[in-house]
């Protein structure tokens, strides 16, 4: 591998083009990029791909959905939301959350929610093609992390008081539609 350039999060992703195999790695690099690398390949030490954010922004988070989008976040409050058979970017959700975010997950339930947990005490889940905020749950104290089971939307965290925070988040069908409802323990 080559070498990488302070390094902040890191994720297996699902290869959209051999199924469920998850030999693609999504890593996100402090100085302002996305990398993608497949450990298969040994051209360029593996790098299929690099996206460079703006100018400031450090991302701290990288999450990828079932259908293979990448999600990043960091100081800049802002979501985005990657196609890797283009490289574009789907969405971006500007200053979603109030502070840096430095976690992210997308929902198993629906890839078109995620889970975004800033520096401070909430964790909320947003519908990010539509930029909209649909639920939160809050810690005691600041997050110090927090994770997704793989097939179901329970996530665990703890907080800089030493509590750890369970929420099963459940679909809801309501008129054909669903939506997201937490049930904090």
């Not at 939307?153 to 309501?174: P, Y």
Request: glycine share 10%; aromatic share 12%.
């Amino acid at each position: 591998m080559e070498r990488l350039w302070y390094p902040t999060s890191l994720g297996f992703m699902q290869n959209l083009s051999t199924g469920n195999e998850r030999s693609m790695l999504a890593v996100t690099e402090g100085c302002q990029q996305l990398t993608i690398w497949d450990l298969r390949v040994k051209e360029k030490g593996g790098c299929l791909h690099r996206i460079c954010g703006s100018l400031g922004d450090i991302f701290y988070a990288v999450a990828s959905s079932s259908t293979g989008s990448i999600a990043v976040g960091g100081a800049d409050r802002t979501v985005t939301i990657y196609d890797p058979r283009r490289w574009s970017a789907l969405s971006r959700w500007v200053h979603c959350s109030k502070y840096e975010i430095t976690g992210l997950a997308f929902s198993s339930t629906d890839p078109d929610y995620i889970y975004i947990q800033g520096v401070d005490y909430e964790v909320f889940c947003g519908q990010w093609n539509e930029n909209k905020k649909v639920f939160s749950f809050r810690g005691d104290s600041n997050w110090l992390g927090f994770s997704k089971c793989p097939n179901r939307d329970v996530l665990g965290g703890w907080c800089d008081s030493g509590s750890i925070f369970v929420a099963d988040v459940v679909a809801e069908e309501s008129k054909g539609d669903s939506t997201l409802e937490s049930s904090s323990d």
